[in-house]
């Protein structure tokens, strides 16, 4: 595959350490380089974004404005997206724009008279900017639904539908998600389907650590204390999350969390700080998670059973990217959630003592 690449592109792998691609975009590159409608399922951590943007960016020309749109359910992901897109667009001399709510329209609608050939946006702004005609979706030939499950809800799909509706009748749609849960009625007919669900991450090691409800805060604070330790740790609900940030921040634990009223700016500089090993636990729930990519994530923690399987899939899918090693380590209180757990994944008992961590 790599070997049709572009040379720009093949220096970039070198660079890059890429030696060879993953299923997924083994699998995609043809049906999305001949321009045929995709569903692709494979776990977080498998290079799905690189799946659909190799051969996507291949087929555009240069100079020729809003060819390729890609919609992504917030602005963590869409701005991650941007910014892999804007390292491949690049070198073939294609311009990539981003479009998020809660940024500027007028900056953006500015954006759009450049000509970029790349779009890059959640739902809604895109839609404003199709309403006020800035964003010409004839001209569109794909488009891209990246963790489409995501784009599904409730809240976002009824400008999605509307979105799609606005695209000329032989336009390619190609759907990416880490998960096979959806609605299959809101998706197109003639798919194409690659489903990877069943590939499992071997990379990744899954512990629990028996823990009495009362201990968990104190034990989050005992691995934040540990030595070149980072987690992104996760909470079933926003109010535990809270409670327990109060109560590790007046112990002056290395914590921050990603509360879902903190502004895109801040949660840059927060997400920023953690990349940069500044911060030992990050705090998060579910819903402010979904997009995050940290390079290099050592643990994954769970402060207690996610709410169901796919939920700690996606929590998983966090640590042991692209083939690396990763952890995650569940907070388990009780024998019923212990049960559950075994159901989700294969996993050892683990106990930590003097900052380091033993199986049992």
């Not at 309403?131 to 995501?150: P, Q, R, S, Y």
């Amino acid at each position: 595959m790599y070997q049709n690449f572009p040379k720009s592109w093949q220096d970039q792998l070198e660079s890059l350490g890429f030696s060879q691609a993953t299923p997924i975009q083994e699998q995609a590159f043809e049906p999305i380089s001949k321009g045929r409608n995709l569903l692709g399922i494979s776990p977080t951590g498998t290079g799905k974004t690189l799946a659909y943007l190799w051969p996507s960016l291949l087929k555009l020309t240069p100079k020729k404005s809003q060819q390729l749109l890609i919609l992504s359910p917030n602005t963590e992901l869409a701005g991650q997206i941007f910014e892999v897109c804007k390292t491949w667009a690049e070198p073939l001399g294609l311009n990539t724009q981003l479009f998020l709510s809660g940024s500027s329209q007028k900056r953006q609608v500015e954006r759009l008279k450049k000509g970029p050939e790349i779009l890059i946006g959640t739902p809604g702004r895109i839609f404003e900017l199709i309403k006020l005609k800035k964003i010409k979706m004839m001209n569109v030939n794909t488009i891209i639904l990246d963790e489409f499950d995501e784009l599904f809800s409730d809240s976002q799909y009824h400008f999605v539908d509307k979105i799609i509706h606005h695209v000329p009748r032989d336009h390619q749609l190609v759907y990416m998600s880490a998960t096979a849960k959806f609605d299959l009625e809101k998706i197109a007919e003639d798919l194409e389907t690659i489903d990877l669900t069943d590939q499992t991450l071997d990379n990744i090691q899954h512990c629990y650590l028996m823990v009495d409800k009362r201990d968990r805060i104190d034990l989050l604070r005992k691995f934040s204390n540990i030595p070149d330790f980072r987690a992104l740790t996760f909470f079933n609900s926003l109010s535990d999350l809270g409670a327990s940030e109060d109560k590790l921040t007046y112990n002056q634990s290395n914590v921050v969390s990603l509360a879902s009223d903190v502004n895109v700016k801040f949660r840059k500089v927060i997400i920023d700080r953690f990349k940069n090993k500044e911060l030992a636990l990050l705090l998060a729930t579910d819903l402010v998670a979904r997009g995050i990519d940290i390079d290099n994530l050592e643990c994954v923690l769970n402060f207690e059973l996610p709410r169901d399987k796919e939920a700690y899939t996606h929590r998983a899918g966090r640590t042991g990217r692209m083939g690396k090693d990763g952890l995650v380590i569940t907070l388990i209180s009780n024998p019923m959630d212990l049960k559950t757990l075994k159901k989700y994944a294969s996993v050892t008992e683990v106990i930590l003592k003097n900052q380091q961590l033993y199986k049992v």
